[in-house]
């Protein structure tokens, strides 16, 4: 087995830490690595592995490249929207570099089957084996896309991921504000589950409903009047456009 490296401990790190140890039966993360490379112990340490697998913020992922360009290692990147073209740049000596992002949103408290059965980007310079058993051990789909692609497929995943969140926030916000104070849950989770089981069987098209897909203007104006915030407002209002133009 290949000894692995991980920098940047943050909620990906944590969680491929305690997968990488689940699914290859105890074998443990070979040493977990602080990005700012802050004791001489530590870069010896790091130069033992094979493996390095990068899992910082987007902006410091460059720096952190340009701490190991010398090292002939396989090297990951854990990102949606790096570009493998500065990878290349620095890293000159590396065996391999794969850029790696599973579809997916992480917390602390996840369990290692976090990664079970998810999608994957992977770019690679060439075919990684350990992305390869990791993927297959986990039954990761694996998608294989270029720079472009890839970026086009993280804008997709926010759109689908963080964007519903935050329209979700906002729905629970109103709805409390509007009802009694002692509602936990938002009522919608159950008809969004709903939808969400309709979905995989049929279009959005077909499933998607509502006066906006009515066409009935007269009553989305009437409800835009129930919005105080002009930002949100501006939001709902294209919202309505595009799912009576677009969504036909």
């Known amino acids: 087995m290949e000894k692995l490296s991980i920098i940047g401990l943050g909620r990906f790190g944590k969680n491929f830490k305690r997968?990488?140890?689940?699914?290859f039966d105890g074998e443990k993360v070979y040493y977990t690595y602080d990005k700012n490379f802050k004791r001489e112990l530590d870069r010896r340490k790091l130069f033992k592995s094979d493996i390095i697998l990068i899992s910082v913020n987007d902006d410091s992922i460059l720096d952190v490249l340009?701490?190991?360009?010398?090292?002939?290692?396989?090297?990951?990147?854990?990102s949606a929207s790096f570009e493998m073209e500065k990878a290349k740049m620095v890293l000159k000596k590396a065996s391999n570099i794969s850029i790696f992002h599973p579809i997916q949103s992480f917390t602390y408290s996840d369990k290692p089957e976090i990664f079970k059965n998810i999608y994957a980007t992977v770019q690679s310079l060439?075919?990684?084996?350990?992305?390869?058993?990791f993927s297959k051990l986990n039954g990761i789909k694996v998608i294989k896309l270029k720079n472009v692609d890839?970026?086009?497929?993280?804008?997709?995943?926010m759109l689908a991921l963080n964007y519903t969140l935050t329209l979700l926030y906002?729905?629970?916000?109103?709805?409390?504000?509007?009802?009694?104070k002692s509602v936990q849950k938002s009522p919608?989770?159950?008809?969004?589950?709903?939808?969400?089981e309709k979905v995989e069987?049929?279009?959005?098209?077909?499933?998607?409903?509502?006066?906006?897909?009515?066409?009935?203007?007269?009553?989305?104006?009437?409800?835009?009047?129930?919005?105080?915030?002009?930002?949100?407002?501006?939001?709902f209002t294209v919202l309505d456009k595009i799912t009576r133009e677009r969504l036909k």
């Open 201 to 235: 069987r049929k279009s959005i098209q077909e499933v998607i409903t509502g006066p906006s897909k009515r066409g009935d203007l007269k009553l989305i104006k009437e409800i835009s009047k129930n919005l105080d915030d002009r930002d949100l407002k501006r939001l």
């Open 150 to 157: 890839r970026k086009k497929y993280h804008l997709s995943s």
């Open 126 to 133: 060439k075919k990684s084996v350990f992305l390869e058993k």
């Open 66 to 78: 340009k701490n190991i360009e010398d090292y002939e290692k396989e090297v990951i990147v854990v």
């Open 188 to 196: 919608f989770l159950p008809v969004l589950k709903n939808l969400l």
């Open 19 to 23: 997968n990488f140890e689940r699914v």
């Open 170 to 180: 906002f729905s629970e916000k109103i709805f409390k504000e509007s009802t009694s």
